[in-house]
């Protein structure tokens, strides 16, 4: 698959729930949307697995800006994954991959927006594992 288009409003719904726009945000907004492109259906929650710290929690926001109603809990790890869980049961993990999360964390925050735009533009093929 390509590239997910994000709406205007839909990254607007997300920089005001989160106060500003970075990469981690929009990388849960990404992983969001291809869980739903992948499940079909609203999950009822979400394991995101991560560091317990800013910026891999912003990733969180991004999450809960596309699905208001789902839990998302956060399990400690290395990395950066979440698993989407809808009614019936049905799973979809989506990783990002490794080398991505180091180059967003090394980014400086004045470059912040622009690596925000940069994961808005990516393919999916260059996101996820």
């Known amino acids: 698959m390509g590239c997910i288009v994000l709406s205007d409003e839909l990254l607007n719904k997300a920089v005001k729930l989160h106060g500003h726009l970075g990469p981690f945000l929009v ?6 949307l291809k869980a739903r492109e992948l499940l079909g259906d609203k999950p009822e929650k979400c394991v995101l697995e991560t560091l317990n710290c800013k910026p891999y929690l912003c990733t969180a926001d991004g999450i809960r800006t596309v699905y208001e109603e789902c839990t998302v809990e956060v399990q400690k790890r290395d990395g950066l994954a979440a ?3 809808d009614s019936s049961g049905k ?12 180059r967003y964390i090394k980014a400086p925050w004045e470059k912040c927006e622009e690596c925000a735009y940069e994961v808005m533009r990516s393919h999916d093929s260059q996101l996820f594992e």
């Open 27 to 32: 990388l849960g907004l990404r992983m969001s």
């Open 83 to 85: 698993t989407f869980v």
């Open 91 to 102: 799973s979809a993990t989506i990783s990002v991959k490794s080398s991505l999360i180091e």
